[in-house]
């Protein structure tokens, strides 16, 4: 293999950065060349491809030519985009051309999946080999325990949660924050626990809007309305569930009326989850799987996604990268999203069994 | 004077804690006893008096029975409300009595210009001299540069705005990003400079919705539709803005459909913004004006604000702690909402200046 | 089972807080009553205890009489202690007869393995179960994938390399960063990768002084002696090393003496990174260990550790808490420090397959 | 003016970032160009210069291409240096001669003291005005009540100070606390206000060796020998007090060793406390003076430098810039330095009254 291209896809994860840098500096030491293809799949279909080299680190002006700070940084410096034209075969067929006329014999797609979806389907028309890395902050991608990006939004929103529980503990007040999750309460309901959260709301739970205010109010009437009351109730909804946030903490105000004091305010994370430096779980794995995917493209492995995967076998081993096929965890991916995979039945089942005293 | 009691009221701000920690400390040297009144001028009212002594600092377990880690904390460990009743002579009268009985001979209130209309009021109808110290992270208090709480919200705020701008610079996007302030424009003002924003949209500017959306859109033709193109456009808008933030990004979404690739994200920081550990800054002159108030209190003045406050006379002296009547500080926050200050005229023009290509 | 004590020992770690703030609300859940010991073993011995409830959460002046704050606060306000008298007979003998007469019928120790030690020989000297909670940033403990503190340990150290690289990079200087570690380089190692360091020096590499200063003036000479430079070169040490860092430092600036601008500098972070907030992780992996901790003690267990632990078996499945007898987990301790175990060889052979172009 | 040249020099400070680019963009708008000398002085002796167009903020790879984001990082991108040559008449010849060369008409040198003094003998031996912008994390700095980098070196030392407090109350031990400070002990009194330190030793206090074990054996036994004793001890010692940190530590150990379980322990933050992204006020007062100096070279004025000053003459004033001669710059910086100057004086005396209890 002589010349490989990545692409950051989809929606941006904090990581992205940290897994290009180590693929373009394990890339250099065993003489492959980088170009990195610009905005996503858009950058491949339009064939505009930057050569990404070791010697990026080096000389001139820092840090704007010495490339190492950038696996410490958020977003994604190659760009990114969602693509329709690379849903159709037109688009896929341009890709590979192009692709093929740049010299690249191996392709890395870095993205959530929506984006790994993409990679599949290429992988299956083109002859350069094709290998997925999952990044995407709601941790809904089959076939991975981890995806880049997850770590770096979990101590996001845990941030946001202990600034907002010191202000309504100096008035004694409820908030719903609302994270982004819309087919995964991953993020909500691991912050719950983290957060010693009073309650969690969503996708997954079959509540109708009048089911969610009962328990709601009845967790308010628990909290406030006692000789020695609580000084903060915090309520974590993922953005999924299908009653607005605004209109829920509406309708709670008013159910509670009747108690004195007791507020209840909202605030929405949304992009903010989005963006900061990764953690160091997220470039650790960020590192390991540009590895596991450099490994498996010098293997003329292709269709396939270097998962970060809980361990087989022995309890003595550390996690480590695995090799799943790309039609599998697409499938894992979905039963996910359905509720109906074992990982998200042993994460409900395992977490609220931690709650404990939560009331949803 | 033996003993003196201190209440934290209206918004909670980064730095209450520190000062009420400042003023225990420094009054036990001075062998003056502390009562905290609970959640603000209700705990007056009520009687609900919490002796505050230095032994708080020693002994028992960690971090419970020690209470120096409290001046790193965000929120008031007093708690805090808006009193409706003491708005009225007769709740005002109760307070008087309560510390009255309960032996108080001084009072600090801590709190933001609504809070100390109402210390004001107070301090003209009791024999117990008053002293106010300026805290409310909309730096809306006149007579003190800074108030409590501001620094950290603006530090809260830029980080804030390098998040969003990592994610929007992945996928060249703009961003309108919504900070408090109803009456005033400082903070949205303050962080467009500090974060480099293209855009700045405040409640004392004379803009109709359409002036706004006719200068963003051109704001986004200029930095998006050109051969080399700007990465992420950040518009920062005050929450006084009567436009809603939400109306002002679909509407600019309608006005630049044509260009391609583009998108209008919001994000409303709330009350993200108040919470989180004080700066240096809030520590330091929580601790300062603690001091102030003090020796105010020990000199039985009644009446004043301690204000953090720019030098006078020589350009040799560090900035200090100066003492305002309140009614004086009513008047000149007055002046400053309504835009009609000099302080207003300058920080616009200044930061206006240092804005240089600042469309708006 | 009625009562249970709950104990932090040894060094502290950020998340000890999380997990007793767990177990006083699981407990609460399953009326079983807990009464933390002071200070580590100490209060054991001593009988030094103190009630925890769930009321804690409830009432009174915030934050100090709601305790739901302390699962994101650092160290352990349980107090911690190195406590020689409980290496002796006599002194776990009188720890039994304490639990006895305070009618505790169950012991959860948190702690790293000198602690857990402790707690192996206490299970098998008295009536009372007792199950142990790994937590230690130094990750030295066997039998648990991750300890509870490292995740902070590590975005910790990561979060100073990013200071420390952006006045190196100014400068164009090389820095020795060293770490805790006295028998792992674990919190090297992670870091290095993590922060795309230049070298990184293990107590598990068997190089001498010499051995260590060839490799390093090698780096230095590679990296700043050619046309384009790097502009800093990052050296992680762990504290197990036995050379000094400074001496390191002095010799490696001697033998580079002649290249122009080229200069040396050391930090050393030591306790810096025991303190701050836990992360996500470390909070996740406290609330789900003190779930199994107080299963174990419900089903009679002794004489365990509950570990976080990689998956067994299938890959569909989340990590999970297991349980390990604590003689073997001491056995998988010993050869995790000598470097005989499966974990270590695994962990370092990756590892340093990632970093590719380390020079050590 | 046509074209102006800008330098980064002697330590770096977090902000230079950020007033380099304010000076690109501001610049931009007014036609000028602007180029950076690389390495501080270095550059301009070698003629290294680089051209900084605010095109670097548009098109390309993000963030490499775009600029925006370099005013919220840490160090200075165009490199700095301590410079002998530029000490010498010859050296600054060359400087002229090249800066003539390139069409330079207007200099602009961000540095501390020292690199002050050479733009001060610069500007008096060559025809191209010279104007200054303190920044130095140490506040060391005459004519200006803030340099550019204290404000986030104060908060870097202020977290610090959490993390130490975390483990030491976990301990119940004593911390020494080593900040940098070689002639200024104004880091160490801020941070030992904010961080409610309970002692400070600094380089201007005139106390020997062991009157200063004295103290600390003192406060130790008050702190720690009582029946309910406090939980940490924090003392911050500037860099610049003649006894090693090491040594203190020892001595006092040994004094205190009939008391059980007191350890005292140390930690240097050395260059950590440099690094770090610019806070907010950094951020701000680097564009306000980047503009203040762009109108001072524009107005054709020379050898002075642009400050941050409190106000002067009226109280309704903010805090502005204002131009003072580098002549009386450095003559007010010796006496700063010299314990003699009116704000060393005021400083020490207002911080200590606000220490109140402090033992030093």
Redesign the interface.
Known sequence: MRKIAVL?SGG?A?G?N?AV??II??A??RDISVV?A??GYDGLIDGNF?ELTR?L????????S????L???????????RCPRFMEPEGRAEAAQRMSHAGVDGLIVIGGNGSLTGAHLLANECDVPVVGIPASIDNDVG?S?DAIGV?TA?????E?C??????A????RA?ILEVMGRRSGYLAM??A????ADAVLLPEQPLDTDEILDQLESLLRRSFA???????VLIIKAEGVPTPTLLLADQLKERVADLD?VSV????L???V????P???D??IA??L??GALDALEARTTDVMVGW????????????V?TVPLADMLV?TEKLLDGT???TA??MH?IR??Q??LAL
Chains 1, 2, 3, 4 share one sequence.
């Open positions: 950051t941006d904090p992205m940290a840098w180590a500096k394990l250099a030491a990195g610009e905005a930057q010697e680190d080096e000389g001139g002006l820092a840090p704007v010495g490339l190492d700070w696996a410490g940084t958020g977003g994604t410096f190659l760009g990114s985009s076939g325990t770590d979990l101590n996001t929103i845990i946001a202990d600034r907002i529980s010191d202000t503990r100096s008035h004694q908030f691991a912050a626990v983290a957060a010693t006692t000789d020695r009351s609580k000084r903060r004091n305010r909202t605030i929405v949304g992009h903010l989005r963006g900061g430096h953690t160091f779980h470039r650790l590192g390991r540009a590895l995967q809980s361990n087989i076998g022995t309890k003595t081993q550390d996690p480590q695995s894992e995979s074992d990982v042993m994460r395992l069994e931690v404990g005293v």
